[in-house]
């Protein structure tokens, strides 16, 4: 083989490993075709250009190996591909309602028994036990029965 397609074999293996710590960090198979590239060009560099060849190329490639590891794996370097930031959002806990029995509000939909009723600036979808509400009629809260708000039209 000649000293060209060893060469390749090289860069080509650097460039697989670079891909793999830096830009693509976690994928494993661009780093083992990295690293077979880079054995094999080491390989054919002992057998065609002789031991003395073989032995700077192999440090060469330790030494470019360690490097490339040790910017890869610095702090900064792996924050740009952490999570780093902290979610604050909350969802609302239908355990705890934020409209309690006895609340009364304005049904801006019809109750056919399910339907939209506004209480103060909030709407919520509620049902009735059955009953049939007209829209704009006030109605009041009789509980909350598993995550449905239920209420009464008031005459």
Do not use: C
Request: no cysteine; glycine share 12%; aromatic share 8%.
């Amino acid at each position: 083989m000649d000293w060209l397609t060893i060469a390749l074999l090289l860069v080509f293996g650097l460039l697989f490993l670079v891909a793999e710590v830096i830009f693509i960090p976690g994928t494993t198979v661009v780093g083992l075709v990295g690293f077979g590239l880079l054995a094999a060009g080491i390989w054919f560099s002992y057998r065609d250009l002789g031991a003395t060849t073989g032995h700077v190329l192999l440090g060469s490639s330790t030494v470019a190996i360690g490097v490339l590891v040790y910017l890869g794996l610095r702090p900064k370097a792996i924050n740009r591909v952490a999570l780093t930031s902290v979610n604050h959002a909350r969802v609302h806990d239908a355990r705890h309602p934020d409209v309690q029995p006895g609340t009364t509000g304005r049904a801006l939909s019809a109750l056919r028994p399910a339907g939209t009723v506004l209480f103060d600036d909030d709407r919520r979808e509620v049902t009735t036990r059955g009953e049939f509400v007209p829209a704009g009629t006030q109605v009041r809260v009789l509980g909350i029965e598993h995550n449905r708000i239920v209420v009464e039209g008031l005459a």
